[in-house]
């Protein structure tokens, strides 16, 4: 039989890659925005190289078998997000200034310390947390928890938790924290647990239509109590893409459960029937209706208000268009013209300097991490394992999709970031996280089936709950 092998230097050789290619990043913007390249212009990338080698190691030593491309390409992306926001902080400082500008000043210096921190919490998730079934003990606990995360930037006023319209945040003199982005991962934890109890329950079908199997009206409270809470989000939070994302999350976590396509075509009646409710009763109700119905007319058309209301999406397509196939260079654009581009529009910063090409190799890193982590999530041999990282990778890939629909003119803007490239400690955390919980359970799926060893013994519940044989649960 051949031997499984851990492709843990692989996994070294790509994190080495991943951080030339920072460093060439931070050259070249120190040559567009200075016309040098200063002597320090490497320290940040080998900061980044050192934080993201630690975990490497720790990855060699706690999860040999997980998946090497994951950290190599989580790496680059937190890497080119720090490179940019380095490069925001330069364009923002008076010319005479930014050639002594320190290299842990400024945006791009709190999110090198963020991003220190985010590796160091997910590394203590992957020593806590030995096998990913551990989760399944505590789900109704996080399920919980994930609600009133949720919930309490909604019952907060306004003054504590609004930014630019939307109630996302947490806010206590100088600190501010973004709950729904760990609460995304509870939530899931639970999702996966509740639907590996009720997979034969909610499989069952009443009839069929057009060839499609339909679900008994009974087995629809769970998705009902979900639209629900994710129309409370878009009502009193006054966030699309939050309200999306749970919604998103549950109903394909349910149909990976399920294989049922109808839950698919339900959720997408609900979410959308939903969202035009409260464009209809924003336009004749107003009060909590009222912003969701002006993002939804900014959106409809922006340039009718080009320098007010509409202001920053007709900046961030300008500037988009201004960058065209190739862009204008590293450093060579003009960051300080677009409204928030060190957070919900960085994307379009990024895309007016390497250009749709660059854009999309960047979409291409994103794809690549999804895809691992959904060929993890058929590789696993339990069923709790499969429904949490499917609905993880999915997350992520939705979470971009949100984001550069938003930017782009697709679906109406949103306030979240773009996974490891904006500003901000939470959004950092929570996805570093969610790369810890896809390294356990790639290293699950990967690890060789030996008569003692953890990926043969369920870590909590009952077998036939954690435990199926994959073709008892999904079929890959």
Do not use: C
């Not at 995360?149 to 003054?159: E, H, K, S, T």
């Not at 509740?194 to 009839?207: G, H, N, Q, T, W």
């Amino acid at each position: 039989m051949r031997l499984a092998r851990s492709r843990r230097n692989a996994e070294l050789s790509l994190l080495l890659l991943a951080m030339v290619l920072v460093a060439a990043y931070a050259a070249t913007v120190e040559a567009n925005v200075l016309d040098t390249v200063t002597p320090d212009f490497w320290i940040p990338a080998a900061a980044l190289g050192l934080v993201f080698l630690g975990l490497h190691v720790v990855i060699r030593w706690l999860a040999p078998f997980a998946d090497p491309a994951l950290l190599p390409a989580v790496a680059l992306l937190n890497g080119i997000g720090v490179g940019f926001l380095r490069r925001y902080d330069l364009a923002q400082a008076a010319p005479e200034e930014r050639e002594g500008l320190a290299i842990f000043a400024g945006t791009g210096g709190r999110q090198l310390a963020w991003t220190l921190g985010a590796v160091v919490l997910a590394a203590a998730l992957l020593a806590i947390m030995r096998d990913h079934r551990s989760l399944s003990r505590y789900a109704y606990t996080l399920g919980l928890a994930g609600i009133v995360l949720v919930m309490i930037p909604a019952v907060l006023p306004g003054r504590f938790s609004e930014i630019n319209g939307a109630k996302l945040w947490i806010r206590l003199g100088g600190f501010s924290i973004q709950p729904g982005e760990f609460a995304k991962l509870a939530l899931l934890a639970f999702f996966a647990y509740y639907l590996v109890r009720k997979r034969e329950v909610l499989s069952l079908a009443s009839r069929r239509v057009l060839g499609i199997d339909f679900p008994r009206g009974r087995d629809l409270g769970p998705v009902l109590v979900v639209w629900m809470i994710s129309l409370l989000v878009l009502v009193f939070e006054k966030d699309l893409g939050t309200s999306l994302l749970y919604f998103g999350m549950f109903v394909v976590t349910l149909y990976i459960a399920t294989e049922r396509v109808s839950w698919l075509l339900i959720g997408l009646i609900l979410f959308f029937g939903g969202a035009y409710l409260a464009y209809v009763l924003g336009s004749t109700v107003g009060g909590p209706f009222a912003n969701f119905y002006d993002r939804a007319q900014i959106w409809l058309d922006p340039f009718a208000e080009p320098y007010d209301r509409g202001y920053q999406l007709v900046q961030g397509l300008l500037t988009l268009g201004t960058g065209g196939l190739f862009g204008a260079g590293p450093g060579g654009g003009q960051p300080t013209l677009l409204p928030e581009v060190q957070t919900d529009f960085i994307f379009a910063g990024i895309g007016e300097e390497i250009g749709l090409f660059g854009l999309s190799a960047l979409l291409v890193i994103y794809l690549l991490i999804v895809e691992r982590g959904l060929r993890a999530a058929l590789a696993v041999r339990d069923s709790f394992g499969k429904l949490l990282a499917g609905g993880l990778a999915f997350t992520l890939g939705l979470q971009v999709f949100v984001i550069v629909g938003g930017i782009s003119k697709l679906i109406p803007l949103t306030g979240q970031t773009t996974p490891f490239l904006s500003a901000g400690g939470s959004s950092l955390m929570a996805n570093w996280l969610l790369i810890a919980v896809l390294l356990r359970v790639s290293d699950g799926a990967r690890r060789p089936v030996t008569g003692g060893g953890p990926a043969a013994r369920p870590a909590g519940g009952p077998p036939e709950q954690l435990h199926g044989a994959p073709t008892e649960v999904i079929r890959p």
